[in-house]
């Protein structure tokens, strides 16, 4: 189903500060959301996929110091991106995560999510209600 984005946020703030907490504060996330966007719907558990395969993907350490941002731009799409800094040896993944995502995305809320890789900057755009 479907919660408020403040509600995801909740959810996903233990799993932040797990991620801060392990990585020695060299993986942090940015928040930039007011009141009004938390109020927006999102399908549940959008976000802990996204902030999962950031560290899934990503060399993070004291030369790859990683800040994930999250806010909301001006078409009401809440935007979580991350710089790009590979892993020597690509993780062993499906690939399935992104896929899952954007299906639940079109059955939920008849929507698309986006994603940007410019291979500097990873950005996925999730549209809200």
């Known amino acids: 189903g479907l919660v408020t984005l ?3 946020l909740e959810f996903v703030k233990a799993f932040m500060y797990m991620m801060e907490i392990r990585f020695a504060r060299k993986l ?3 928040i930039d959301i007011d009141q009004r966007g938390k109020d927006l719907k999102i399908p549940v558990l959008s976000l802990l996929p996204l902030l999962d395969n950031v560290v899934v993907h990503n060399t993070i350490d ?6 994930v941002k999250i806010w909301l731009n001006e078409n009401e799409e809440l935007v979580v991106s991350s710089p790009i800094f590979p892993k020597l040896i690509p993780p062993a993944t499906n690939g ?9 995305f079109s059955l939920l809320m008849n929507k698309h999510i986006r994603i940007e890789n410019d ?6 755009y999730l549209p809200l209600k």
């Open 6 to 8: 403040g509600e995801e």
């Open 119 to 124: 291979g500097k900057l990873f950005s996925i």
């Open 62 to 67: 004291s030369e790859h110091k990683m800040v």
């Open 96 to 104: 399935i995560g992104l896929k899952n995502l954007e299906s639940r």
């Open 28 to 30: 942090l996330f940015s």
